[in-house]
């Protein structure tokens, strides 16, 4: 809004063109960096679509992105069919420990997922307890679950809580009059199910969907341990830029291209289906847990607490893991110690915890003040200029981190600037990865702030600035750092942009996690991812505790 | 063919608290009926069990002698419309106002003709192809109805299904749905907190509160002879005042404070000399008289000018402020401070029990 009095100049343009600015430096100019290096040959310096022409020519490239297409499809789809239900039947029948199964369900959530791929090779890989058990009594050569089946149980059981909680959000701000209504007018309960629930929860089912979409197409970690042969496009890119005769630039970048458009692709999909049905509903009467009775009641916690069983597994496992003793490297050696604690956590000049925190709380920082501004702005201050800014928040939603990595380390390898092995570099990439999402959160903050309240001050004597300072941003808060909690949460998993990114020097737990499962030193990777799961499982606590709320939004 | 409603000592506990017990009542064939109370007197309660969506704990209901205290819901064939329309955001209001017939299997020929004609007559044909986020509060109010009466249901059911919306379009709404239960003759129960649009809708209404009803009647009978001293202040304005019954001889009636004597000739039979009692006495059942005439001695406090009345704030000599309403004819407006005496219009007030709060006016409150 624009008051009186009001010039062409005034402070809050200049903090659009200083974010547009720092926009143009970190977003865009990597980008175009990523796509002017797939077209064009570094010797001649002449446009050519060889890379592109390389990529599709070989069945060894190709096939990684049918790979990642299947994969994914099959884990998005997976994760609805479990996370839809899972919610509608968590809202609708009174479940025993209900508040520790959501806790549960989200801590699954928050785990990056190449854990979740690491704890399930310790079951069910090769030399996995549960596949030894397997072929013990059935007398068989199971070889374990690598490959697509491996991956795809990983993602499924890493995503549907996503699915889940999005879903179950939903439930939760469903009026029950409409259920209601259709039962007055003669619509059986298993009918309503399809008539209204489920439309009624479709728009955010598709958007929880593309998010799971986003994070399993992007992963990079978990194709990379479980899928032995089965390699899927971050993967590839990672191969290609990391490879060790010499990375590929061009090659590497024609790969994050094809990725990007992917994704842009599967995100307006997405904008399609959901636009054409979206409904604000306010909950007058919300869906209540009702008892069921006898069998129902028996099989409704079975469904139940298996789901929440396995998704919880690969975290137990992790931390019974953590506690074993071993020869101090690859062999348990039965018994338990606190060994590879010893070895991770009291480690002599072992800085990853800290590079952990500090860099986390760097970016944070960093995104709580963008999102916050940029929302304003946005909400505010309608303007060409700002909605263009807010447009470009949305691009780091559809670029998976690696190619993020691989954009920063093209732009900010060589001068003029000169970034990369860095820790600021880490800081910038993870606030820009988290971009998207903060800017949401405090957009939603925002509009539950009415703007007269924020007149009233300007009446009362404040300036534009103070009333933003002491007004709007006060009023904002509790939104936003609820939205913070868990971006940090999310910040300390990342792996596929910092793998690209770090060095020694910048270690971060999750990198840590990485390289010691690569070394196959399974106890120090799972005291690092019990470490990790402890800082989720307190953050989350102060999640709580802050918002009073029970229900998260991510 | 419209039903009756019979509902016989129900009982609601939810836990071990009871909400209602023992409630009984009937609704007539055709019959407009309204259950009239303030939030929280169970009136929403008895409306969700008729509907089926409370349990019923004790008793029965019945509809045209079939007991459906076990019927779910979705077999019952009752209309309802709800507080807030419960309009399903994902369907356009053609859609809606089919949904009950298509869960019906009636064939999409009839359905079409159906929607059609219950579209005209609660006039939004023209609006048939919207999407709910286009109407406005009035529209969906129209769309709920139609939803709910399309599907021939045995009974009407509305669970405040004006509140909310503006005072204007309220009172063009329920004259709306007034004509419209009217037009295709079917049993209603109307739940509403608000006594003016109960007045204005229904045949009957029954005034409850803490769950149990204070009582039944037509409009007129309860504004006009309120069966207690709840029902007489929630509905309409009432000035209460004490005062003590005299009987000598053949003559009955009652001694204000101040001595103001008033004869009455309605007054129930068993009435003790000098028995306490509570007089419940309207705006409009005062007559303003000279300062010298007998009456109560009053002071005008504060005047309110609304065209068709004046409304007098008066004080009498012990503190007690009343209100009292002129109609615009009678006289000039008079000033602040003016001393007059009020008399009331005796074959109008009401006597309550002192204790029970129930009327001694001879039976007409039923």
């Known amino acids: 809004m624009k008051y009186a009095g009001e010039g062409r100049w005034s402070i809050w343009k200049s903090f659009s063109l200083m974010i547009l600015a720092v926009f143009l430096l970190f977003i865009i100019y990597p980008l175009v960096l990523v796509l002017y290096k797939s077209i064009m040959d570094p010797f001649s310096g002449a446009f050519t679509m060889e890379y592109f022409g390389r990529f599709f020519a070989k069945k060894f490239y190709w096939s990684t992105m049918v790979n990642s297409i299947e994969v994914t499809v099959c884990a998005t789809l997976l994760a609805a069919i479990i996370g839809l239900p899972l919610a509608y039947l968590m809202r609708s029948v009174k479940i025993r420990g209900s508040g520790l199964l959501n806790i549960l369900i989200v801590i699954s959530y928050l785990s990056p997922p190449f854990i979740g791929a690491y704890a399930w090779i310790q079951l069910l890989g090769r030399n996995g307890v549960v596949t030894q058990v397997l072929n013990e009594i059935f007398g068989v050569a199971f070889g374990g679950v690598y490959g697509f089946a491996g991956i795809v149980l990983v993602f499924t059981l890493q995503s549907f809580p996503l699915v889940y909680i999005y879903v179950s959000g939903a439930l939760k701000n469903m009026d029950n009059s409409l259920n209601e209504a259709a039962e007055s007018l003669g619509c059986s309960r298993v009918r309503r199910i399809w008539e209204i629930i489920v439309p009624l929860v479709m728009p955010t089912l598709l958007a929880s969907s593309l998010l799971v979409f986003m994070r399993v197409f992007a992963d990079f970690g978990t194709p990379m341990l479980i899928g032995e042969g089965f390699k899927t496009l971050p993967v590839l890119v990672y191969m290609q830029f990391m490879g060790e005769v010499g990375g590929d630039d061009g090659f590497a970048a024609a790969i994050c291209v094809i990725i990007i458009m992917l994704t842009i692709l599967m995100f307006f999909a997405q904008r399609f289906l959901a636009n054409r049905s979206t409904y604000s509903m306010t909950a007058l009467r919300p869906l209540v847990a009702e008892k069921a009775s006898g069998i129902k009641q028996f099989l409704a916690h079975a469904c139940v607490y298996i789901i929440v069983g396995f998704a919880i597994l690969p975290q137990i496992v992790v931390v019974y893991t953590s506690f074993l003793r071993s020869n101090g490297g690859q062999v348990f050696t039965g018994g338990f110690a606190l060994q590879s604690y010893e070895a991770t956590l009291f480690a002599k000049d072992n800085d990853v915890i800290w590079n952990t925190y500090t860099l986390g709380i760097m970016s944070i920082c960093i995104v709580l003040i963008l999102g916050v501004l940029i929302s304003y702005l946005a909400v505010r201050k309608r303007s060409f200029l700002n909605s263009a800014l807010d447009t470009i928040t949305m691009l780091p939603y559809i670029i998976p981190g690696s190619v993020l990595g691989i954009a920063f380390l093209f732009a900010f390898n060589s001068p003029p600037i000169v970034l990369s092995g860095t820790a600021i570099i880490m800081i910038i990439a993870f606030a820009i990865r988290r971009m998207p999402y903060t800017v949401r959160s405090s957009t939603a903050a925002l509009g539950q702030i009415s703007p007269s309240i924020e007149e009233a001050a300007i009446s009362l004597g404040a300036t534009e600035l103070k009333t933003f300072s002491k007004v709007t941003i006060p009023v904002m808060m509790p939104g936003v750092l609820a939205g913070g909690i868990m971006s940090w949460v999310t910040i300390i998993s990342e792996l596929s942009s910092s793998i690209i990114l770090y060095t020694n020097a910048n270690q971060t737990l999750t990198i840590s996690i990485y390289t010691e499962v690569i070394r196959g030193n399974y106890g120090n990777a799972s005291a690092y991812s019990t470490i990790l799961t402890l800082t989720s499982i307190l953050s989350l606590l102060l999640f709580y505790k802050l918002t009073g709320r029970r229900d998260i939004s991510i | ?366």
């Open chain 2, 1 to 366: 063919m419209s039903v009756s409603i019979d509902i016989d000592k129900v009982i609601k506990k939810y836990g071990d608290t009871v909400v209602i017990s023992g409630l009984s009542l009937q609704v007539h064939p055709g019959e407009f009926f309204t259950l009239l109370g303030p939030s929280g007197c169970g009136k929403t309660t008895l409306l969700r069990m008729i509907i089926g969506f409370n349990s019923i704990e004790g008793g029965t209901i019945k509809i045209a002698d079939r007991r459906i205290n076990d019927t779910p819901t979705d077999k019952r064939n009752m209309g309802m419309v709800f507080q807030n329309y419960a309009i399903f955001p994902h369907m356009s209001v053609k859609e809606n106002v089919a949904f009950g017939l298509r869960m019906r299997k009636i064939p999409e020929k009839d359905i079409e003709t159906r929607v059609d004609e219950i579209l005209r007559v609660v006039k939004i044909k023209h609006l048939e192809n919207r999407m709910p986020t286009e109407l406005s509060g009035g529209q969906q109010q129209r769309v709920a109805l139609a939803r709910a009466i399309v599907i021939r249901p045995e009974v009407l059911l509305m669970d405040e299904p004006l509140s909310n919306l503006d005072a204007k379009l309220r009172v063009e709404m329920r004259n709306a749905i007034k004509s419209i239960q009217r037009q295709i003759d079917i049993t209603t129960v109307y739940v509403t907190h608000d006594q003016e649009e109960a007045l204005a809708v229904s045949d009957r209404i029954a005034v409850m509160n803490g769950g149990i009803i204070q009582q039944i009647g037509t409009p007129q009978m309860i504004y006009q002879r309120p069966a207690n001293v709840f029902v007489s202040t929630f509905i309409g304005l009432s000035n209460l005042l004490d005062a003590v019954i005299f009987c000598e001889a053949d003559r009955k009636g009652i001694v204000f404070e101040f001595g103001y004597r008033v004869e009455m000739q309605n007054l129930v039979p068993n009435v003790e000399n000098a028995q306490k009692v509570c007089v419940s006495v309207r705006p409009e059942e005062f007559i303003m008289v000279e300062q010298s005439e007998e009456g109560i001695p009053i002071v005008i406090q504060n005047i309110v000018f609304l065209g068709l009345h004046t409304h007098y704030f008066v004080k009498t000599d012990h503190g007690q402020v009343l209100e009292v309403i002129q109609n615009q004819e009678n006289t000039a407006i008079l000033l602040d401070g003016t001393r007059l005496s009020l008399k009331v219009k005796t074959d109008k007030i009401n006597v309550f029990h002192e204790k029970t709060k129930g009327t001694l006016i001879k039976g007409e409150t039923k």
